[in-house]
C-alpha cells in the first residue's frame, strides 16, 4: 500500500526555486535526507531481531539536522522567535517538497517515525538544539516574504477539519488520520497529536499536532447533518450519507467529507 503522501508531482520551475532561494537549506537537506535514509534502514534491521523502538541517536541524523535548523534561519525560512513546533512544522514541508523532487521515500519514512511516533522525545532533542541557535544566530523575526517561496512551500492541510466516529478528516484535502493514530491531549491545548502509532502510515501532509478549535464534530438530526463551510463559516444543511459532497449556499465553496 503506498505511503499517502506519495504521489509525485515535481516541477522543474519549482526546484530551480528551491536551489537558488533557498541555497543553504538545498545544501543541507542532501544530508539531511542521506542521514535519516541510514537511521531508517537501522530501524529496520532491529526489528528483524525483534527489538524495534526506541530512536537511534548516531549515524550522523542529529547533526545533520542541527545543520539544517542553521541552514533555515540562513535562508530566513524561520526566524529565532519561532517555537519548537514551528521550526518542526517547517521542516516537514521542505521534506515533502525534497521528496517530491524525486528523493529517497525511506528518508520520509525516518522523518515520520521521529517527529510523529516518538514525537515527545524528538520534541525534547529539537527544543534543545534550537535553544543553542537562538544564541548564536541573531535574526529574530527576520523572515523571507518572498511570494515564490511562500508559494513553494505553501501548507499542506487546511485549518478546517472534522470527526468521524473512525478519526479525523482535512475538509480540503483527502487527509484522513484514523483514531488509533492520534492521542488525544488536554495539556498544554486541547486537541490531538498525531502518532500514526497504530497504522505506521504516516502521512506528511499532516501537522503533528491538530488543535481542538480546528476539528469539527458534525451535528446530526433526523436524517440532517449541520456542518460548517470551510471557507467562511456558513452553516450547511445537508442530508445525511457517510460521504457528503457539500456546496456553501453563500460563498460557493465545495467540499467533500465523512459523517
Ligand atoms: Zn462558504
Redesign the pocket.
Known sequence: MPYPFEILSPKKAELEIFKSKLPHVCSSIQELFRTMSVSYRSIEQRNMFGNYGGLRRDNGFETALNLTWVAMLNDHLIGTDADTSEFIDKLRLICLKWYHFGNSLDSCLFFGYFFYLFYSQSKFIVRDQIKDLKMLIDNANNTTHDSEIKALLKPSHSKSWYQTEFGIGDKLSNIFIVNGDLVKVELPLPGYQITFNKTLQYDLRAPNFLSREHIELPQKNDGKVIIS?P????RCRGKIFSELEMT?P??A?TWTQRI
Not at 471557507?231 to 456558513?234: A, S
Open positions: 463551510c471557507k467562511c463559516g456558513q456553501c453563500k460563498c465553496q
